[in-house]
């Protein structure tokens, strides 16, 4: 009896820690061919004989993005398509950069937790519990602090500092996707029918019509 209750509870272990990830490398890489015709869930593989260090290396990270935009801020990834030999394997990263009061708006990565360190100045971070409970989470980093965006939730950051700040995210999916929820609501192509949006968001017409103006 016990021990048929240990086998179970191996069983939900091993079955959970399946679905949560996506599965392991069967090889010790597997740099993407972006423009094969061959289409897999990821690319397929590079030669390994032909690979080279630049397939791992992604050079420039030193340098801070345009903040000089609406939001005030700017992300420059380091998924999978910018960087070819972090396919099949998990991992990618991106720096942000913020203007002083510059936003990253709410978005969420539908395959990847985020792992998001500040290295320079102070932000203000949060993310929103899924349904029912819809709770914010939410503190101000300084330089040097950590901070967890559990996968696919929404979240946000703000510059809340006096100079600029800079962060690393590092995310646990080589390819982790990116949606930014304003973007998607209200700038989709072709746009959603604005009854939709209008009773979605309890407002007329001409209001959701201003918002899809500015996207
Ligand atoms: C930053 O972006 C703005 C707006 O697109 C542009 O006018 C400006 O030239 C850019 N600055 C640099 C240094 O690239
Ligand atoms: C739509 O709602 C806005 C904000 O409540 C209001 O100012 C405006 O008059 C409304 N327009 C129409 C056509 O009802």
């Known amino acids: 009896m016990a021990s048929h209750i240990i086998v179970l509870g191996l069983l939900v272990i091993t079955c ?8 392991s490398p069967l090889q010790d890489f597997c740099v993407a061919v972006p423009n094969s015709p061959v289409l897999v869930n990821g690319f397929v ?3 390994p004989n032909l690979v080279q260090a630049t397939d791992f290396l992604f050079a420039g990270l030193n340098i801070a993005g345009n903040t000089s935009n ?11 398509t910018q960087l070819p030999g972090l396919n ?18 709410p978005h969420t990565h539908p395959r990847g937790s985020e792992i998001f360190t500040v290295l320079q100045g102070s ?3 949060g993310f929103v519990t899924s349904n029912p409970g819809n709770k914010l989470i939410t503190t101000v980093l300084q330089s040097g ?12 950051q703000k510059n809340v500092g006096n100079g600029n700040a800079i962060a690393l995210a590092s995310l ?3 390819n982790p996707g990116v949606i930014i929820v304003a973007n998607a609501v209200f700038g989709s192509n072709p746009a959603i029918s604005t009854d939709v949006l209008s009773t979605a968001f309890q407002v ?7 918002i899809e103006s500015k996207f």
Do not use: M, Y
Not at 73 to 80: C, D, L, Q, R, W
Not at 204 to 210: C, K, M, P
């Open 16 to 23: 959970s820690i399946a679905l949560a990830s996506a599965e």
């Open 123 to 125: 932000v203000e971070v």
């Open 145 to 156: 602090d950590a901070f967890v965006f559990p996968q696919g939730l929404v979240h946000f």
């Open 45 to 47: 593989c590079k030669d």
């Open 172 to 174: 646990s999916s080589e």
């Open 70 to 80: 609406a939001l005030g801020s700017a992300v420059t990834p380091v998924f999978v």
């Open 88 to 105: 099949t394997l998990g991992v990618s990263l991106a720096r942000i950069d913020f203007a002083p009061l510059g936003v990253n708006p």
């Open 204 to 210: 007329n017409q001409s209001v959701i019509a201003e």
